[in-house]
């Protein structure tokens, strides 16, 4: 006879490695080299987190960086395809402002705030890096923020 097991199907989470570094902490001995990645997982429905972790090795790095967004995710609102209304928020040195667009517009944004973009599901929207800083870590928390700074549309 068969045995019959259920299958719990897991929310399915679309992830992305958006920054990679080599950091080395200088000891007396010479310098240690670790790995720094940077993640950003989210279901394109809506809810998108951002983690970075530090490991020995890569595939480390990687594993604690998702298992950190997957910790920290948000909830986006979402006016259709698009945010309800316009916000800017800032993180550290990074500076991000998220504009509404209308449908079919879609998503004109580059680097960090893209790819967080697109894993929340947001799909007509324009975004602007304005501060001077190219970390793609605080571009990323920037965005975070901003998309937190939205209220529910009436």
């Known amino acids: 006879m068969r045995e019959h097991r259920r299958t719990i199907k897991k929310d399915e989470l679309l992830e992305k490695v958006v920054d990679l570094r080599r950091v080395a902490r200088v000891t007396a001995g010479g310098k240690r080299f670790r790995f720094r990645a940077t993640v950003v997982v989210?279901?394109?429905?809506?809810?998108v987190g951002v983690g970075m972790g530090k490991g020995i090795d890569v595939v480390g790095a990687i594993e604690k960086a998702k298992n950190h967004a997957k910790k920290n995710m948000i909830t986006i609102r979402m006016k259709n395809r698009t945010i309800p209304h316009e916000v800017y928020a800032k993180f550290s040195a990074a500076k991000v402002i998220l504009k509404p667009a209308i449908q079919g517009h879609g998503l004109i944004a580059g680097g960090a705030p893209r790819v967080v973009l697109l894993m929340?599901?947001?799909k007509d929207i324009t975004a602007k890096c304005l501060g001077k800083t190219s970390n793609k870590l605080t571009n990323a928390l920037a965005t975070i923020?901003?998309?937190?700074?939205?209220k529910a549309s009436k």
């Open 42 to 47: 989210g279901d394109g429905k809506g809810r």
């Open 145 to 150: 923020k901003a998309l937190e700074k939205i």
């Open 120 to 122: 929340a599901g947001i």
